[in-house]
């Protein structure tokens, strides 16, 4: 089946620092979205995005749709610790069906 | 409160008996969905729901059953279980599976098929 390939796999960050992270895919997608998920629990959306070239922001998360509407960005400015999990995109294409990417595992070094 | 509840949260089988995981909304919600996660996967859906008796395979539906008598309830039916599909499984809904703002995750299920 299809999947988004999303980079890094993981990272190792301080403190303070500002986190990047990228997804992309070989199809068009009408919308994007970015999830968390904590130890043990389900994933929760952050962002979603509807328009190319889009940027939304939610606190420290900005994100972006990519022009091409086969990518997107998310950036976590000033990390905190509780800022560690694992961050999934996913790419809506109108039919329903959710394509999501492998995950970025985050953790935060106090 | 708002939730979606799985049941059970933590399962043990054997290959080939029949289990059922259990997933229930209580927000009215048109849309439901079944996915798998895996380590270096991350997630995968295996059906999803448009409304009550509207189901359609996601990417991954093979060995898997599903069926929605009640907007309620999204029943994952494994008829004969494998080893490939021990797995953490997560319901999910959403109003209409169209706008993302509001879809919800249940905690997963946690399947080991030995």
């Known amino acids: 089946g299809q999947q988004l390939n999303q980079s890094p796999q993981s990272m190792f960050i301080q403190e303070g620092e500002d986190v990047s992270m990228n997804c992309t895919s070989s199809?068009?997608?009408?919308?994007w979205l970015w999830y968390k998920q904590d130890p043990g629990e389900g994933p929760v959306l952050l962002i979603a995005?509807?328009?190319?070239?889009e940027l939304t922001s939610n606190g420290r998360l900005t994100a972006q749709f990519g022009i091409t509407r086969k990518d997107s960005f998310l950036n976590i400015s000033a990390s905190i610790p509780s800022d560690v999990g694992i961050y999934f995109c996913?790419?809506?294409?109108?039919?329903?069906?959710?394509?999501f990417g492998t995950g970025t595992r985050l953790k935060v070094l106090a | 409160e708002a939730q979606v509840t799985q049941n059970p949260r933590y399962l043990i089988t054997v290959t080939g008996k029949k289990l059922t995981v259990t997933c229930s909304q209580n927000?009215?919600?048109?849309?439901m969905s079944w996915y798998r996660q895996d380590p270096g996967l991350g997630l995968r859906q295996i059906y999803y729901?448009?409304?009550?008796?509207?189901?359609d395979k996601g990417d991954v539906p093979e060995g898997y059953k599903v069926s929605r008598k009640e907007k309620r309830n999204f029943p994952l039916i494994l008829e004969s279980p494998s080893p490939n599909q021990t797995s953490l499984y997560f319901c999910?809904?959403?109003?209409?599976?169209?706008?993302?703002?509001?879809?919800?995750f249940g905690p997963g299920t946690r399947l080991l098929v030995l």
């Open positions: 927000m009215n919600h048109e849309y």
């Open positions: 729901s448009m409304n009550v008796e509207a189901t």
């Open positions: 999910a809904s959403s109003p209409d599976g169209l706008r993302e703002e509001t879809q919800y």
């Open positions: 199809s068009i997608f009408n919308t």
């Open positions: 996913a790419g809506l294409s109108g039919t329903y069906k959710y394509i």
């Open positions: 995005l509807y328009k190319a070239g």
